[in-house]
């Protein structure tokens, strides 16, 4: 099989580019997806090197290998039969980001790029940065001025990246970052600007279908800003059910802000075209991603939902923290709030009928709490609301 970027605009084949298509500017995707691999050995993500691009030199940190926590007092009080949570905060910069990034610095070295370039200010930028130094490779990050002094630029430049603060918001900084690309650096914005990154997260799927011995959840709910961990996982499960090896693959639920919530709104108008949005100020500052200017890259998103028989939908600030709270105090994981939007938006899944009472559903847990929380020492919620210019595409 063959990993070759194919434009979905004009559909012209791109083999040895890591953006978008050079002819039109369209978004590009890789065709065919390969059929799952016999696991090899080693530990973590490239024990699944059969099912990922292919890559000479295998840059790692230890990704992967994420434990699958059965919940069974969120399952008790969602009111469903199983809720199992995919701890990601516990890989090398604490979030799931360093799957797509120990793929995307291995191939940034295999094409000999002077270095690695991104737009974030989230866990995208700490990832991109400890494994470009792994690599040693420089790594240059935009963020908007607003952001560059907060914990996550911070925890960036201490593994080396220059941080480069651009004036305006995200967007401004992902154009920043785009223009270096014309000097060979390496893309590593966790959009779907680069067409290899989401296929990192086919590992999710993998190790769940595992994990669980080949008895997946029916409902998997990722927090998601333009959505290539779904996407990602989505196909790996589509493999996956495609050489016998799971039933079906699961329902995928996108859950976003209700601060920020271009595919959720998207979704609701029939998933034709996404509009960016207009955000205002959340908790859950990781996945919230206007998408101005990629509006496009969101339809392999609803496109990867509506195939799964999935949906989109948002959750209040509120919720957020309530989860938050609930993932730590009755099971003992600490997560950012982004990465407990999943769990907010269970209630209102089961209380509506779309998620039935003997559902077994997975849980996302995308990044750990270190970086950022909402929980306060005794127990209250702290409701500072930060500006959403910093997304980091969950
Ligand atoms: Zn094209």
């Given at each position: 099989m063959e990993w070759i970027p194919v434009c979905r605009s004009c559909g012209q084949r791109n083999p040895g580019t890591w953006s978008r298509c050079p002819r039109c500017g369209g978004v590009q995707e890789l065709a065919p997806p390969p059929a799952p691999p016999s696991l090899e050995g080693g530990?973590?993500?490239?024990?699944?090197r059969a099912a990922l691009?292919?890559?000479?030199d295998e840059i790692t940190?230890?990704?992967?290998?994420?434990p699958l926590v059965r919940c069974e007092r969120l399952a008790a009080r969602a009111g469903v039969a199983e809720v199992l949570v995919k701890n990601e905060t516990v890989n090398p910069t604490l979030s799931f980001k360093d799957r797509a990034m120990a793929l995307g610095v291995s191939l940034a070295r295999d094409a000999g790029a002077p270095g690695v370039v991104a737009a974030s200010t989230g866990n995208t930028a700490v990832s991109a940065a400890a494994y470009a130094a792994r690599a040693g490779l420089p790594c240059r990050l935009y963020c908007a001025a607003g952001a560059a002094g907060t914990a996550k630029p911070r925890t960036a430049a201490a593994y080396g990246a220059h941080v480069e603060p651009v004036d305006g918001d995200f967007s401004s900084a992902h154009a920043a970052a785009a223009a270096l690309e014309a000097d060979g650096w390496f893309p590593l914005t966790t959009t779907f600007r680069n067409p290899y990154l989401a296929e990192a997260h086919r590992t999710v799927a993998l190790e769940l279908c595992e994990q669980t011995g080949g008895d997946v959840p029916g409902w998997v709910l990722v927090p998601v800003g333009a959505g290539p961990l779904l996407v990602g996982a989505h196909n790996g499960f589509r493999a996956l059910a495609a050489s016998g090896r799971i039933a079906r693959p699961p329902r995928m639920v996108a859950v976003q802000s209700d601060a920020c919530a271009p595919l959720v709104a998207a979704w609701r108008g029939g998933a034709r075209a996404v509009t960016a949005a207009d955000p205002r100020p959340t908790v859950a500052g990781a996945i919230a991603d206007p998408m101005r200017g990629y509006e496009d890259e969101g339809l392999l998103t609803l496109a990867a939902i509506r195939e799964s028989g999935g949906l989109a939908v948002s959750v209040p600030d509120d919720a957020v923290l309530d989860a938050v709270h609930d993932l730590s105090r009755l099971e003992g994981l600490l997560v950012e709030p982004a990465a407990a939007a999943p769990l907010a938006a269970l209630a209102d899944l089961v209380a509506s009928g779309?998620?039935?009472?003997?559902a077994r559903v997975a849980l996302l847990a995308t990044g750990h709490g270190a970086k950022e929380h909402g929980v306060k020492e005794h127990g209250a919620k702290e409701h500072g609301a930060k500006e959403p210019d910093h997304p980091t595409q969950g």
């Amino acid at each position: 099989m063959e990993w070759i970027p194919v434009c979905r605009s004009c559909g012209q084949r791109n083999p040895g580019t890591w953006s978008r298509c050079p002819r039109c500017g369209g978004v590009q995707e890789l065709a065919p997806p390969p059929a799952p691999p016999s696991l090899e050995g080693g530990e973590g993500l490239w024990r699944f090197r059969a099912a990922l691009p292919p890559v000479r030199d295998e840059i790692t940190l230890g990704e992967g290998g994420t434990p699958l926590v059965r919940c069974e007092r969120l399952a008790a009080r969602a009111g469903v039969a199983e809720v199992l949570v995919k701890n990601e905060t516990v890989n090398p910069t604490l979030s799931f980001k360093d799957r797509a990034m120990a793929l995307g610095v291995s191939l940034a070295r295999d094409a000999g790029a002077p270095g690695v370039v991104a737009a974030s200010t989230g866990n995208t930028a700490v990832s991109a940065a400890a494994y470009a130094a792994r690599a040693g490779l420089p790594c240059r990050l935009y963020c908007a001025a607003g952001a560059a002094g907060t914990a996550k630029p911070r925890t960036a430049a201490a593994y080396g990246a220059h941080v480069e603060p651009v004036d305006g918001d995200f967007s401004s900084a992902h154009a920043a970052a785009a223009a270096l690309e014309a000097d060979g650096w390496f893309p590593l914005t966790t959009t779907f600007r680069n067409p290899y990154l989401a296929e990192a997260h086919r590992t999710v799927a993998l190790e769940l279908c595992e994990q669980t011995g080949g008895d997946v959840p029916g409902w998997v709910l990722v927090p998601v800003g333009a959505g290539p961990l779904l996407v990602g996982a989505h196909n790996g499960f589509r493999a996956l059910a495609a050489s016998g090896r799971i039933a079906r693959p699961p329902r995928m639920v996108a859950v976003q802000s209700d601060a920020c919530a271009p595919l959720v709104a998207a979704w609701r108008g029939g998933a034709r075209a996404v509009t960016a949005a207009d955000p205002r100020p959340t908790v859950a500052g990781a996945i919230a991603d206007p998408m101005r200017g990629y509006e496009d890259e969101g339809l392999l998103t609803l496109a990867a939902i509506r195939e799964s028989g999935g949906l989109a939908v948002s959750v209040p600030d509120d919720a957020v923290l309530d989860a938050v709270h609930d993932l730590s105090r009755l099971e003992g994981l600490l997560v950012e709030p982004a990465a407990a939007a999943p769990l907010a938006a269970l209630a209102d899944l089961v209380a509506s009928g779309t998620i039935p009472p003997d559902a077994r559903v997975a849980l996302l847990a995308t990044g750990h709490g270190a970086k950022e929380h909402g929980v306060k020492e005794h127990g209250a919620k702290e409701h500072g609301a930060k500006e959403p210019d910093h997304p980091t595409q969950g």
